[in-house]
């Protein structure tokens, strides 16, 4: 949520903080602002909707130093005046987060009398942060005090009014990243914003400060300057561009083949070895806890199907929002688990830090580099799904609970569950060609998504793992087509929720496991005698209960999720499509949640 991108440098500033805007367009927005130093002042265009709007009421005017954002509603309704950047006398800043003092901050007698403009926690940090600056004069001194006033999340960039050549930035549990140019410099919340001009970047820690110039960056903590490891994007700018595809979200469906390949080479090229190598050994644990939000945590409930399965470790999931305030009875036994895409889940990261001050051991499982969880958790393991710009998840959701069943592969191997490794490698290789072949033939999808776009409740039913995977294709639709949608337990159906089922109510179940088939098609068969449309996906062989069925090939149980993922996947999208929704960037929500 919220995107916040720096320029200074040698070349126009505003071109440059316009491309980084839109290029953060997926993290969910509803309005966008720019500043910039012109004719010795910093002036500030904003607008609330879209960053198209604000191109619009832009003049001609050129700058080499200046900050932008996209806002994304907190404190105050979507507006113009509570868009960013916010001005206070000589200070104008930009700001991600949640500043949770606030309210007290308000009553501070140097800000007491403040004439707010907004209704924003972040106008009350740029007034704090102007009053310490009359009283230091010094800004870096100011930046200095930051952490001991502000409590909270932030990631602030800040221009100050006699500063001209240096625009300043700090960070606590809110990312910000410098890229590093020639002669010039750029702040950015998160890579697409900057990989156009640079592939080089600075990862700041909690409380880092910097003072960023076109030829310098000095980054700070605690008062002391401190050295910082340049890093090095992995990512080309065709990765954060949609080339040939309507949508990034359909472009990162048909990347999946990829994102699977590219992990079983990673784990399995050289079989044993390389799993052992880059997995540890996980069966020293007498229960292991998994933590996430969204479709991370769906993709907790299918790993702990298949960790229990092949590990024999009882396995417990949760959402992070709700664990990191009950008790969890924690022993020096237990494994948590901390899954998410960007690595900066709020609720995440606070329950991973909660968990560390009890001694426990955690493991992340994320797909960016140098994240907040990947630093923090004891254990990293990347899914390396790439940059992902659709807000809703698809390949780092596959990429998530492929590393889950290697994890369950790992482990079932050392305690001797597991001895068919070569047979269990085939059926990996085999899962990226199917993927293929699924991905070539998509009329089936097309088909079924035409007669049931226009309905407004659509269930889901599985048992056990099936119930965990249709738990997000329900999440799925409802992301991007903005249609009711609910998962159930197929036996849970009699206990109250077939009530909801009338006459074409679409339902559509995924049958996975013959041992329980049986079970699921009859209560599919309940739900067609109420008159429900029934579309069944499936691995085994069923001959009835079903209007469309998808049947997709049977492989090994640790490969058989990721094709039936696909298929809801694909099933969401051109539902939304023919809703003409706009798929990459669904109402009223953002990519990575980094406030609470």
């Known amino acids: 949520m919220c995107g916040i991108v ?278 020293k644990y007498e229960r292991i806890d998994i933590v996430a939000c969204g479709s991370a945590y769906h993709a907790g409930l299918v790993g702990k199907h298949l960790i229990e399965e092949y590990a024999s470790i009882p396995v417990n999931v949760e959402v992070a929002s709700e664990y990191r305030y009950k008790n969890n009875f924690l022993t020096k036994k237990t494994l948590v688990i901390f899954i998410s895409q960007s690595g900066e889940t709020a609720d995440s990261i606070a329950a991973l830090r909660r968990v560390k001050t009890m001694g426990i051991d955690t493991l992340g499982i994320v797909n960016v580099f140098g994240s907040a969880i990947a630093r923090e958790a004891d254990i990293t393991l990347y899914t390396n799904a790439g940059v992902e710009i659709a807000v809703a998840t698809t390949k780092a959701y596959i990429a998530q609970i492929t590393v889950l069943s290697l994890i369950a592969l790992r482990v079932g191997i050392s305690v001797n569950r597991i001895n068919n490794l070569e047979e269990i490698i085939i059926n990996y290789n085999l899962l990226v060609d199917e993927i293929k072949i699924l991905l070539a033939n998509t009329n089936k999808f097309k088909e079924i998504a035409k007669k049931i776009y226009k309905k407004v409740d659509i269930f889901f039913l599985g048992r056990q793992i099936d119930y965990a995977l249709v738990m997000e294709g329900s999440l799925k639709l409802k992301e991007i087509s903005y249609i009711h949608s609910e998962a159930y337990q197929a036996g849970e159906l009699k206990h109250g929720s077939i009530a909801l089922i009338t006459d074409e109510t679409p339902v559509i179940s995924l049958i996975t496991n013959q041992n329980i088939a049986e079970k699921t098609i009859s209560n599919i068969k309940e739900t067609k005698t109420r008159g429900a449309y029934s579309c069944i996906i499936t691995t085994l062989d069923i001959q009835d209960a079903y209007d469309d069925i998808i049947q997709l090939p049977l492989l090994h149980p640790l490969a058989n999720n990721i094709l039936p993922t696909i298929s809801m996947q694909l099933i969401a999208y051109y539902i939304a499509k023919l809703n003409k929704c706009d798929i990459d960037k669904p109402k009223n929500l953002a990519k990575s949640v980094t406030v609470e």
């Open 6 to 283: 720096g320029y200074i440098g040698n070349q126009n500033a505003i071109p440059v903080l316009i491309h980084g805007l839109k290029s953060l367009e997926y993290r969910g927005y509803d309005s966008a602002g720019i500043a910039y130093i012109n004719n010795n002042q910093i002036k500030t265009i904003k607008e609330k909707g879209k960053v198209l709007e604000l191109e619009k009421i832009l003049n001609q005017d050129t700058s080499v130093c200046g900050i932008a954002h996209t806002r994304w509603a907190t404190h105050g309704v979507p507006s113009k005046e509570n868009s960013h950047p916010h001005t206070v006398k000589k200070i104008t800043l930009v700001h991600n987060g949640i500043i949770e003092n606030y309210s007290e901050l308000r009553n501070d007698s140097r800000i007491k009398e403040h004439n707010y403009q907004s209704q924003t926690d972040s106008e009350v940090a740029c007034a704090i942060i102007n009053a310490i600056y009359e009283e230091e004069k010094d800004f870096l001194e100011v930046l200095k005090k930051i952490p001991s006033i502000l409590k909270g999340s932030y990631a602030l960039c800040i221009m100050v009014e006699d500063i001209e050549d240096a625009i300043f930035v700090i960070r606590n549990d809110s990312p910000l990243i410098i890229g590093r140019g020639e002669k010039e410099n750029f702040i950015a919340s998160d890579v697409p914003a900057i990989l156009k001009y640079t592939k080089e970047y600075y990862l700041l820690d909690n409380f880092d400060y910097a003072k960023i110039t076109a030829n310098t960056v000095d980054v700070y903590h605690a008062g002391e300057i401190i050295d910082k490891n340049i890093n090095q994007f992995d990512y080309n700018i065709e990765d954060v561009t949609k080339g040939d595809y309507e949508h990034f979200m359909l472009k990162e469906i048909y990347e999946q083949p990829n994102v699977i390949k590219n992990l079983i080479t990673e784990y399995l090229s050289d079989k044993r070895t390389s799993l052992e190598k880059q997995i540890p050994d996980l069966s």
